[in-house]
């Protein structure tokens, strides 16, 4: 067995057993060699010269490993340090908490070439005496490729059943049997990597997940695997600041020296509570899946984002391979009513059209040769902007575009980010799809539809972005998710990006009170005791071959509060929900809202606007005595 370091070999050594195992007798070498040709003699001698000079340079891993084996703290730090090219940085939410981390398991390999055939039952069953391997597997393994100079035996190996072998090891050469030496160098035991993530389901689609082969798929992994990698590259040109300026609880697990980090925009309270939510409201609702974002509107952080159907990165090789993707960046829908804030928000900053504006419903109305009705199919009579957009009201919604004009809407559309990629730090984002004027198949019907939301694709992470805009005075940031990139004791924190101003700030500030009277007139049910709301509801219809599906929907609610001073924006998108438990968001995905509101201030220690504003006159007071 080649001599390679594990963590067990910092171990104190033990005593060899009275009871030895039992030598596994071996074909006499001379016979071996006449069997062999000199190549491979050759092939044998430069590995094992290779192996002894590895030996030196994996000294001091030996050391990191059984201290990541001997205490929980140490682990993350020990992986991230070993100078090896297959180790990988770990991952830690904004707190500290451990997302993502390499475990080392051992794998046991052998040359079945030089193994005599006659020896393989003996072997296998001293390998399942020892470390429980099944004869069966070690004799497959060897059966697959007799002449072969390299198979796996076992893989995925513990702590347990590595030591066992290794004391196998040990009393096999302190026999000092010429015939068993032969045999211990035929096999090797060493530590492998093996990617590990502690939240098992928690979050998993934002993280990602590596293969078998250790190649990352999908998320934060494979979007930061150049950085990830112990042979990649390392912090780009900026501000570099020492590890210490992070709080002591996100450093906890970080590595102090050589070593690389990922510290998360994620809270793993937060996405928690949401993942929580979710999933009641997926049961409640009979819905087929669902997603929710929450994001800080004033710099773009993600503080948590979920979807159902989800699953398990330990364990990827057992769960459906169409869960591996992230809906929120990579999936694509009409998202119905919540986009009338979008038009809404235009033709206020534009300078149109103003709350007060009256506008009458007959009920339908005609544009670009196709007529549109109301959800409710009748006419409300004379509304304004702000009780249109309460009442979800799609015939006045077109005239306020249509007073607008397709140029100016269009431009808001793109301008909010819509038809573009947000460049959210994750694999496989798409930018969604928005027909305009100068498209073949645009029409004017195409501005009634997508003034309402229809006719236009999104997705979930860019309406989070457009209403985090409107949240934030008008100005769009760029969503991310690593706050900081740690690499041999230093950080570089990610700045927030303005990507340009979408709304004078005073319609930004007229939009959130029509939003604010959107929630206390037409979706009571997304209302927070104590705390004024901002937020809309929507049901879009689903678009098929034959047409739009009146039982299917997607409902979705986007709000975020508190109004006067946004803490979060959060999106909550139902698919599907039983039509016949409700179909309208305002039924299903704003109470689900609600919920994930109330929890949020509470973990974030946000005070009841009363308390809060009463504080803030106080002060106000104060610094003008």
């Known amino acids: 067995m080649t001599r390679q370091p594990s963590p067990a070999r910092t171990a104190p050594a033990q005593e060899p057993s009275q009871r030895r195992p039992p030598a596994v007798a071996v074909a006499p070498e001379s016979a071996r060699l006449q069997r062999q040709p000199w190549r491979v ?30 205490q929980p703290a140490a682990q993350a730090s020990a992986v991230n340090s070993v100078d090896d090219s297959a180790s990988r940085g770990l991952i830690v939410d904004r707190d500290g908490e451990l997302m993502a981390l390499d475990r080392f398991t051992y794998q046991l390999t052998a040359t079945p070439r030089h193994i005599p055939q006659e020896q393989w039952k003996p072997l296998a069953a001293l390998l399942e005496q020892v470390a429980g391997i099944p004869q069966a597997q070690t004799l497959e393994a060897l059966g697959q490729n007799p002449d072969g100079l390299y198979a796996v035996l076992a893989r995925d190996l513990d702590y ?37 993530y502690p939240q098992e389901r928690l979050a998993s689609q934002v993280l990602g997940f590596l293969n078998g082969e250790r190649r990352p798929l999908l998320g934060l992994e494979r979007y930061y695997d150049p950085f990830l990698r112990s042979d990649g590259v390392g912090l780009p040109r900026g501000n570099w600041q020492p590890v210490d300026v992070l709080p002591e609880t996100t450093r906890r697990f970080l590595p102090t020296g050589k070593g690389k980090a990922l510290v998360l925009t994620l809270d793993r309270t937060v996405q928690w509570i949401i993942e929580d939510e979710l999933r009641q409201g997926v049961e409640v609702y009979g819905a087929q899946g669902g997603t929710v974002i929450v994001m800080d509107p004033k710099t773009g952080a993600i503080l948590g984002m979920a979807n159902i159907p989800t699953f398990d990165p330990n364990n990827f090789l057992e769960e459906d391979a169409s869960t591996f993707t992230n809906p929120a960046v990579s999936a694509q829908y009409e ?141 769009l940031m760029r969503p991310y998710l690593v706050d900081a990139r740690l690499h041999d004791g230093y950080i570089l924190k990610t700045q927030p990006t303005v990507v340009r101003r979408v709304l004078r700030p005073e319609a930004a500030a007229t939009m959130t009170e029509m939003m604010v009277h959107t929630v206390e007139k037409g979706n009571r049910a997304a209302r927070v005791n104590g705390y004024a709301v901002a937020g809309k509801s929507g ?26 001073d946004p803490q979060f924006v959060v999106l909550v998108k139902l698919d599907r929900p039983d039509p016949d438990i409700s179909p309208w968001a305002s039924k299903t995905a704003a109470p689900i809202f609600s919920r994930i509101a109330y929890r949020l201030l509470d973990h974030l220690n946000v005070p009841p606007d009363d308390i809060r504003l009463a504080t803030v006159q106080e002060a106000a007071d104060d610094r003008a005595d």
């Open 335 to 475: 998202p119905g009513s919540i986009f009338k804030i979008i038009t809404m928000a235009a033709a206020i900053d534009a300078g149109a059209v103003e709350p007060t504006t009256v506008f009458t419903d007959t009920g339908m109305i005609t544009l670009g040769q196709r007529t549109f009705l109301n959800s409710s199919r009748v006419g409300a009579g004379q509304l304004t902007v702000a009780d249109a957009l309460a009442l979800s009201d799609n015939v006045v919604t077109i005239q306020v575009a249509e007073t607008l004009g397709a140029k100016e809407f269009y431009r808001a559309v793109f301008r909010f980010g819509f038809g573009e990629a947000t460049e959210i730090d994750l694999s496989n984002e798409i930018p969604g799809q928005v027909k305009a004027p100068g498209d073949p198949d645009w029409s004017l019907s195409d501005l009634a539809t997508n003034s309402f939301g229809q006719g236009v694709a999104v997705t979930p992470i860019q309406m989070v972005a457009a209403a985090a805009a409107i949240a934030n005075g008008g100005q």
């Open 160 to 196: 347990a059943q590595g030591q066992a072998l290794l004391r196998m090891e040990e009393a096999l050469l302190e026999d000092q049997d010429e015939e068993n030496d032969t045999l211990v160098q035929q096999l090797n035991i060493a530590p492998t990597p093996r990617r590990f």
């Open 539 to 564: 049901t879009a219809e689903i678009a098929t071959q034959e047409g739009y599906n009146t039982r299917e929907t997607i409902a979705s609610f986007l709000g975020f509060a508190p109004a006067d």
């Open 41 to 70: 003699w050759a092939v044998a001698l430069l590995l094992t010269l290779l192996g002894g000079l590895l030996v030196l340079r994996l000294f001091d891993m030996q050391i990191r490993l059984w201290s990541f084996y001997a």
